[in-house]
Structures are given as C-alpha cells and as structure tokens.
C-alpha cells in the first residue's frame, strides 16, 4: 500500500491506491474505497459501477437509502456499504464481529446490582478495548461499540443505560438475548433499538464526511 497522505474522519488516506482505512485497537475497522481504486472491491463491482449494476449484482438492499444516499448490505462475515453522496460512489466495507458475548452480560448484571457507572463503563473497556466511539465528563458518558450493536450512555437520552441494537448477538442476562428483547421482556437498565449500528455509524461518517466537502 502506498504511503498514505493525510486523514479524514477518523481514516488514514492513500489517495493513489483509492482506499481509507480507520483501524480501532490494532484491528481494521472500516475500509473505504473510492473511485481511484479500480479494482473489484465485491462481485465486480468498484466505485466505477451505478446504482442498477449494483443491485442488478447483490439484490434488494437491506438498508435502504437515506438523506446521505447510503443503502447497503449485510453478509455472513462483511457489511458493505454504498454511497451516491458525492459525484462519484463510494464503497465502505465493516466486518460483521464475532466477539465474547457473556462477559458483558455478567458485567450488566454486576451493575444492576450495585449501580456504580464509573466501575461498569472501566470494565467493560477492560473487556472490550475497540470501542468505535467514547465521549465522557463528570456526569456524562457515550461509550459506542458500533460493530457490536452496543452503546452504553448515561446522561445522553432519558434512557440511561445500556442501548442494544438489532445487530447484537448473544446473551445479555441470564436467559436472556435479544430475541427476548425483541419479544416484549424487559432487562434493568437495557433499551432495545431496532436500527443497525453499523448502518448508523455508516450513515455518521457520511454526514461527517460531507461537512468536509
């Protein structure tokens, strides 16, 4: 890879390759590929291909377009996003995360019991160091884990607590996973979002990213 020439957003820039990377705890977390990568980037498809070869390509989107122009797909083990937000398409590609999931549901479980936010939130970056997202003061705190589909806030919306997204996977108490929480059951603390984060961190870097233009 050639030597890369500046940031934006949270990626590193190789402009002659055509690809920005943003790693997050020694992992890639999103590569972005724009239209000076000519290459295949997923079933012949690059930043050169329209919308019509794209689904004519992968189908139906699974998230649909929005104000930013991004629709994408999810599969087995990637996230593959598109962009119409600029003059020429990008193409954005997160990994779909496989990660310890019982950890975490002992660590809710700890602070229902003793509500003690300073010693929840130090755990859980103990356990999980690759959070995509962490803003905190005294009497604040937004830990985001985007490709996890956990957020954990406090003082940021009225449900303060513990924000599981649709994209989450494994058990969040003792008996319980999302399914249950999709099905009506209630967890202390625990809000269920039916949204993808990734699609919104997606939809995040585009907004940001536009700002820049």
Known sequence: MEPKIGSVYKHDVYEDTGIMVRN??????????TENYSGNVINGINALSTTEDIISALGEPTYGTSEYGVFGYKGEKIYVFFSTAYSSLQISVYR???????DFA??????????????????VTDIWRDYSSYEY????????????GVAIQFNVTKDHGIIIYENYNGQ??????????????????????????????EQDRIEEYTKME
């Open 106 to 123: 002992k660590l809710i479980e700890n602070y229902n019991e003793e509500q003690n936010v300073k010693k929840f939130v130090s755990s």
């Open 96 to 102: 779909v995360e496989d990660y310890e999931k019982e």
């Open 172 to 201: 969040i108490a003792e008996g319980k996973t999302l399914e249950d929480l999709k099905q009506g059951s209630t967890i202390k603390n625990v809000y269920y979002k039916n949204e993808n984060s990734v699609h919104i961190c």
């Open 137 to 148: 003061d005294t009497n604040y705190v937004n830990l985001q884990y985007a490709l996890k």
């Open 24 to 33: 997050v705890y020694q992992k890639i977390f999103n590569i972005v590929f």
